[in-house]
């Protein structure tokens, strides 16, 4: 929800360059980002020195609309829209790997590939979960480039960012069970190295209000991916393909978006 930029105006008849190399008033960039050239915050960790740093006070921090930056970019890189689709198989099998049915999943999965040990058995389908977004994305960009007429590369690399505020979204509604159903065992642990030893409740609120919290935050990234692959779509085929070139993008995020949601209907194992 904040973008660091710089108006480039006042840039191009800048002769330091103090925002990158740095000065007397902070160091220069350590993520080697030129702000002038910055057109996404994927590499910059909002540490401010060239904020301090700029002589003519070019480089602001303001606010934008969630997600805009996806669609807002020209230059979509493969690996990180490849990263991107990869994460939601990896936070689908994290979320996985927490509900009670978990164990009697894998020993059926070691069962029907015949296999005795838990480890492959868990390797297998952690690259399975994978590998399915990957060749879901790729099978949408397929059908979609058909409007288009873009290399499957390009599109997929334009398209792979949608899915980013779904990742985000299941992340953060996996932690927030280990947040607000475990957070005081935090104070139990931390006053037992005092010596002092406490039990009680470990939750700060009860499982269902856990739960419609988890729904609340996976609904709004499914919503914030569809609306950035419909904005992704709009801006770089216009108005009139952006709902065809867009639809296969949208029907997958879809399915991501209720398999995450079903996950979340079934409670989570405790950590501790």
Same mark, same amino acid.
Request: one cysteine or more.
């Given at each position: +929800?904040?973008? !660091?930029?710089?108006?480039?105006? /006042?840039?191009?008849?800048?002769?330091?360059?103090?925002?990158?190399?740095?000065?007397?008033?902070?160091?220069?960039?350590? +993520?080697?980002?030129?702000?002038?050239?910055?057109?996404?915050?994927?590499?910059?960790? #909002?540490?401010?020195?060239?904020?301090?740093?700029?002589?003519?006070?070019?480089?602001?921090?303001?606010?934008?609309?969630?997600?805009? $930056?996806?669609?807002?970019?020209?230059?979509?890189?493969? $690996?990180?829209?490849?990263?991107?689709?990869?994460?939601?198989?990896?936070?689908?099998?994290?979320?996985?790997?927490? #509900?009670?049915?978990?164990?009697?999943?894998?020993?059926?999965? $070691?069962?029907?590939?015949?296999?005795?040990?838990?480890?492959?058995?868990?390797?297998?389908?952690?690259?399975?979960?994978? =590998?399915?977004?990957?060749?879901?994305?790729?099978? =949408?960009?397929?059908?979609?480039?058909?409007?288009?007429? $873009?290399? !499957?590369?390009? =599109?997929?690399?334009?398209?792979?960012? @949608?899915?980013?505020?779904?990742?985000?979204?299941?992340?953060? @509604? %996996?932690?927030?069970?280990?947040?607000?159903?475990?957070?005081?065992?935090?104070?139990? /642990?931390?006053?037992?190295?005092?010596?002092? %030893?406490?039990?009680?409740? /470990?939750?700060?609120?009860?499982?269902?209000?856990?739960?419609?919290?988890?729904?609340?935050?996976?609904?709004?990234?499914?919503?914030?991916?569809?609306?950035?692959?419909?904005?992704? =779509?709009?801006?770089?085929?216009?108005?009139?393909?952006?709902?065809?070139?867009? +639809?296969?993008?949208?029907?997958?995020?879809?399915?991501?978006?209720?398999?995450?949601?079903?996950?979340? /209907?079934?409670?989570?194992?405790?950590?501790?």
């Amino acid at each position: +929800m904040l973008e !660091l930029r710089a108006d480039k105006d /006042t840039c191009k008849t800048c002769k330091t360059r103090d925002c990158y190399k740095g000065n007397d008033k902070a160091p220069g960039c350590p +993520m080697f980002e030129f702000p002038m050239a910055m057109e996404n915050n994927a590499n910059c960790n #909002l540490c401010g020195s060239c904020i301090k740093s700029c002589p003519h006070d070019s480089i602001r921090l303001t606010p934008r609309i969630p997600t805009s $930056e996806f669609w807002s970019m020209t230059r979509a890189r493969f $690996e990180e829209s490849f990263l991107a689709i990869v994460i939601v198989g990896i936070v689908f099998v994290q979320n996985i790997t927490m #509900l009670d049915f978990y164990p009697s999943f894998l020993k059926s999965v $070691e069962q029907t590939l015949g296999i005795a040990n838990q480890d492959i058995a868990f390797t297998i389908l952690f690259i399975f979960a994978m =590998a399915t977004p990957v060749l879901l994305l790729f099978a =949408a960009t397929a059908i979609s480039k058909r409007f288009t007429g $873009e290399t !499957l590369r390009n =599109a997929f690399a334009r398209f792979g960012y @949608a899915v980013i505020p779904l990742d985000l979204a299941s992340h953060m @509604a %996996h932690n927030l069970f280990h947040l607000l159903a475990e957070g005081k065992s935090i104070y139990y /642990t931390f006053m037992g190295l005092f010596g002092v %030893h406490l039990e009680g409740p /470990t939750d700060f609120v009860s499982d269902p209000t856990i739960q419609i919290m988890q729904y609340f935050l996976v609904i709004a990234g499914t919503l914030g991916s569809l609306y950035t692959a419909y904005r992704i =779509a709009k801006k770089n085929y216009g108005v009139s393909k952006a709902l065809s070139v867009s +639809m296969p993008y949208l029907v997958v995020i879809l399915l991501f978006g209720i398999l995450n949601f079903l996950t979340f /209907t079934v409670r989570m194992g405790m950590r501790m």
